[in-house]
Structures are given as structure tokens and as C-alpha cells.
């Protein structure tokens, strides 16, 4: 993340921090960081390995 936006790895704990403190992100406990529960609106769905595209015409 901090190479994703050029920032130094301080301002993603701080930004993180302040989602857990408005109480908008969870951690996982050494899982990572996720939406709090409250405000998912369906479970999070895993991604794919694979894609498939559908054009149509």
C-alpha cells in the first residue's frame, strides 16, 4: 500500500488507526484489516483466480 500511493509506511497505520477509532475497520488480530462488520452489506466475497469477461453487442 505504501508503494501503491507514494506514501511512508507511518501514514497507512495512522490512516488505519483513525478508521478503527471511528469504528469503520476491525483488525484481524495479525489477519489484516477489514469493514467492520456493521457496515458490510453482504458477506465479502472471495476473489477468483480466474476472470471471465461477457461482451455483448
Request: net charge positive; proline share 4%; charged share 25%.
Amino acid at each position: 500500500m505504501c508503494r501503491q500511493h507514494d506514501v511512508a509506511a507511518i501514514v497507512v497505520r495512522q490512516a488505519i488507526n483513525a478508521l478503527k477509532i471511528e469504528g469503520l475497520v476491525e483488525g484481524g488480530g495479525g489477519l489484516g484489516v477489514f469493514v467492520a462488520e456493521r457496515f458490510r452489506r453482504s458477506p465479502v466475497p472471495r476473489r477468483s483466480r480466474s476472470w471471465t469477461v461477457s461482451v455483448t453487442s
